[in-house]
């Protein structure tokens, strides 16, 4: 926001072309220190103008923003300031001038560019997006559950094939085996006593079914020593 003033005579008596110091000016533009004070051409030290400094906080402007809007300013005379502070067209022109809003005008139209060019992209591509939704739609209703079917198939498969591989269920199995070998050399012992088998049969036999026997019973008691171990 910028003030000017001038001598003391000049303050007790206004010229109603001078702006009021309620101007609507930003005050980024009038807080530099670095700002000169124009004078007008031939008068005294007394009808010097200055700038006042804003009681407001002025908004965030670096150094090298503030010497190229001082630089556009340094050369307008006083009658171009009060026209920028009075006249909101004039400001207007004057704003877009500087180079850091027209980088800025730039960057928002590329940005609005490419995001046209985004929206439209998107609405070509809506068709396809439909299409995609639909045949997603048709896994889920018919090809899904059949896999989940079959999926479940095979979980069940898994299962009973490890019950069936488990330790429990092996050492199960060779008591079985194990029992069944018993039962076997006491049929043949029952054979040989009805003379119902010859000696060398029996013999030949009966020492490949306790082999078989004995065997079976030393992988269980080994396992179930490990398994309670």
């Known amino acids: 926001m910028f003030k000017f003033w001038g001598s003391q005579e000049q303050q007790a008596q206004p010229r109603p072309q001078e702006v ?3 101007s609507w000016y930003p005050p980024s533009l009038g807080t530099s220190p670095n700002s000169s004070r124009p004078s007008t051409p031939g008068s005294s030290s007394s009808s010097s103008y200055a700038l006042q400094r804003p009681t407001e906080s002025p908004s965030p402007v670096s150094p090298a923003e503030a010497a190229g809007i001082i630089a556009h300013l340094k050369d307008k005379s006083i009658d171009e300031l009060r026209k920028l502070l009075s006249d909101k067209d004039a400001y207007h022109h004057f704003l877009l001038s500087l180079d850091q809003v027209k980088i800025q005008n730039n960057i928002r139209d590329e940005l609005r560019k490419e995001t046209l060019q985004l929206a439209r992209e998107n ?6 997006i439909t299409e995609l939704q639909n045949q997603c739609r048709i ?3 018919s090809e899904l559950a059949t896999a989940q079917e079959k ?3 095979l979980e069940r498969q898994k299962e009973e094939i490890l019950r069936a591989y488990s330790p429990a269920s092996l050492l199960q199995r060779l008591q079985e085996g194990m029992n069944q070998t018993e039962v076997e050399s006491e049929t043949l012992h029952q054979q040989l006593l009805d003379r119902e088998t010859d000696l060398g049969s029996f013999v030949q036999k009966f020492k490949r079914l306790r082999t078989t026997y004995h065997k079976r019973a030393i992988v269980h008691l ?5 398994s309670t171990g």
Do not use: G, V
């Open 20 to 22: 009021s110091s309620q």
């Open 123 to 128: 609405l070509e591509k809506e068709p396809q």
């Open 139 to 141: 896994i889920r209703t």
């Open 151 to 153: 999926l479940n198939e």
């Open 222 to 226: 080994a396992a179930k020593t490990s």
